[in-house]
């Protein structure tokens, strides 16, 4: 069975600074693996997805994520926090002989001022 | 419809009673998932429908809680004889048959408070 574990339920950066939201997963198959975001009192969105056909994905609002088999990751990054980044971001995989979508517990991401 | 489209957007029932949750699902999508957003918990997985497939209950807390699915579109979960610690917000999510990299599409949710 598929899992992911999200690092970190808070991660604080300041406006402008590098976004890093760690991600890893457990499948005994290439895995499908998706980012969304959640912003205050809206539903879930979809930021990126891997599907194998590029280790560095490439999303909306700026963000990207690479693939990384040997560390069996998939960490989502920004260069430069805008403060209308802040919301919960959740890691899901798909795969590994089930066809649901696994998620994590989620990231709330706090922009400092 | 455009979108994933769950009613009603809030409900307050009290403990003891019986809820239904309803979830129109984007039209022509064979998947449908619902999920549990708790404070702190992220998303708990609750069942899966795909197409005519018997369902993934594996989710359901306990068996007051049962979903269906009818004529493959609209969903309903119930939740009967509710309790205080059912108050959470539930999310569906739709997905189109077929490839395993399609993602899901996400409704508002159902924020359930039990008094």
């Known amino acids: 069975a598929q899992s992911v574990t999200q690092l970190g339920s808070h991660v604080s950066v300041s406006e402008g600074a590098l976004v890093l939201l760690r991600c890893n997963y457990s499948s005994s198959v290439p895995p499908y693996l998706f980012w969304y975001v959640q912003y205050p009192n809206q539903g879930l969105q979809l930021l990126l997805k891997?599907?194998?056909?590029?280790?560095l994905v490439k999303g909306i609002n700026g963000f990207e994520a690479e693939f990384k088999k040997s560390e069996t990751s998939f960490h989502l990054t920004k260069p430069s926090a805008h403060m209308r980044d802040a919301a919960e971001y959740f890691c899901?995989?798909?795969?590994?002989?089930?066809?649901?979508?696994?998620f994590g517990k989620g990231t709330h991401l706090i922009i400092q001022p | 419809g455009a979108g994933v489209s769950q009613s009603p957007s809030n409900k307050v029932t009290e403990k003891g009673k019986d809820v239904e949750l309803r979830c129109d699902p984007i039209s022509g999508h064979t998947a449908l998932y619902w999920y549990r957003q708790s404070l702190g918990q992220g998303l708990e997985f609750l069942i899966y429908f795909q197409g005519n497939s018997a369902p993934d209950k594996s989710g359901l807390p306990s068996d007051r809680f049962s979903a269906e699915r009818t004529g493959g579109s609209v969903s309903t979960l119930t939740i009967q004889r509710t309790q205080q610690e059912d108050s959470a917000v539930y999310l569906c999510?739709?997905?189109?048959?077929?490839?395993?990299?399609?993602?899901?599409?996400f409704g508002q949710g159902t924020r359930l408070t039990v008094v």
């Open positions: 999510a739709s997905s189109p048959q077929g490839s395993m990299n399609t993602e899901a599409f």
């Open positions: 899901a995989v798909r795969g590994g002989g089930a066809d649901g979508l696994t």
């Open positions: 891997y599907t194998s056909a590029a280790t």
